[in-house]
């Protein structure tokens, strides 16, 4: 079965502090992996999409890093700040183009 | 870009009812998916339309559960009758399926209380 995980559940950590979330999924033959930020009561923002032929995506203080091989995933924050505060989502597809699975998130708090 | 508009944000409604949920997606996608999240099963995929076909409601939980996409600007997703377990939120997507490696982009969604 593809599965798609998440841990920790959530983390709290001090301003200014880099951070990574992790993803991990039990199938390799992956199509892409998205990373989306959920804010308390809005939908999912699309933060990071990596193809299965790239090792890593960037965008600001934000990096994607995807081990096919090992079924990994993490998603790397510098400098922590408060409005970072939300919960990430890991999703997968699996090469039907459209269909994705998504991990539960981890709720990531950046205290002032 | 307006993004993807979902109405009503919040319905309450008693169990029985039917509730009709709407979803209007970005200009120019031709894919719309359905998710419903939950805290116990998180996001799950109900339905999703490519060119206003519906591919794929393996996601659908039940009869009670129906979807339709009458045009390209306009989705629906009906509940009839509702039950208290039907309580989630319910989001909707949209995306250019056509292109490799397109992201989904969501709407803020529906919070869905039966009672």
């Known amino acids: 079965k593809q599965e798609v995980t998440q841990i920790p559940a959530a983390l709290s950590v001090p301003e200014g502090e880099n951070l990574v979330l992790n993803c991990s999924f039990t199938d390799s033959a992956i199509y892409n992996l998205q990373w989306f930020r959920q804010d308390p009561g809005k939908g999912l923002t699309s933060l990071l999409l990596?193809?299965?032929?790239?090792r890593e995506q960037t965008s600001g203080r934000l990096n994607a890093s995807l081990d096919k091989s090992s079924g990994r995933s993490t998603l790397y924050i510098a400098a922590s700040q408060p409005g970072d505060s939300a919960t990430y989502l890991c999703?997968?597809?699996?090469?039907?183009?459209?269909?994705?699975?998504f991990g539960k998130g981890t709720l990531l708090t950046v205290n002032p | 870009d307006a993004g993807v508009i979902q109405s009503p944000r919040h319905e309450v409604t008693e169990m029985g009812q039917e509730v009709t949920l709407r979803c209007k997606p970005i200009s120019g996608h031709n894919s719309l998916f359905w998710y419903r999240q939950t805290m116990m099963r998180g996001l799950e995929l109900l339905i999703y339309?490519?060119?206003?076909?519906?591919?794929?409601d393996s996601g659908m939980p039940e009869d009670r559960f129906s979807a339709k996409m009458p045009n390209a600007s306009f989705s629906t997703l009906k509940i009839q009758p509702s039950e208290p377990r039907d309580s989630a939120v319910y989001f909707c997507?949209?995306?250019?399926?056509?292109?490799?490696?397109?992201?989904?982009?969501f709407g803020d969604g529906t919070r869905l209380s039966i009672l």
């Open positions: 997507a949209s995306s250019l399926v056509d292109r490799p490696n397109q992201p989904q982009h």
């Open positions: 339309f490519n060119n206003n076909v519906p591919i794929d």
């Open positions: 999703a997968v597809n699996w090469g039907s183009n459209y269909k994705l699975t």
């Open positions: 990596i193809q299965s032929s790239q």
